[in-house]
């Protein structure tokens, strides 16, 4: 079998965008539940201010941690994809020199 470079295991092609694109939703809020927070935060005093922030921050933070951990596994995978091109290349080519060594002799 030959290998052209553009099969993986799950049959897409090789490049990473398809894992990066996969997730792009996100779970802060987002349009108008943000404004009306926004009112709230104006309004509301330093320590509230403070923990909505910690809040935010922790949100951006567990999104962030999830993205990365996609991320890995998706780099794994493709690990795992090229390792079987190169095996398979590599017997490949080896019975490509069992065949020119026979016609050779």
Known sequence: MAVTGDETETGTSGDLTACQL?????????GGAETSTQGFVKAANPSQKREHRLMK????ARECRRKKKEYVKCLENRVA????????????????????????E
Do not use: C, F
Not at 57 to 60: D, H, K
């Open 57 to 60: 921050n922790r949100e951006a």
């Open 81 to 104: 994809v090229l390792e079987n091109q190169n095996k398979t290349l590599i017997e490949e080519l080896s019975s490509i020199k069992d065949i020119y060594r026979h016609k050779v």
């Open 22 to 30: 996969q997730n792009t939703g996100s779970s802060l809020p987002q």
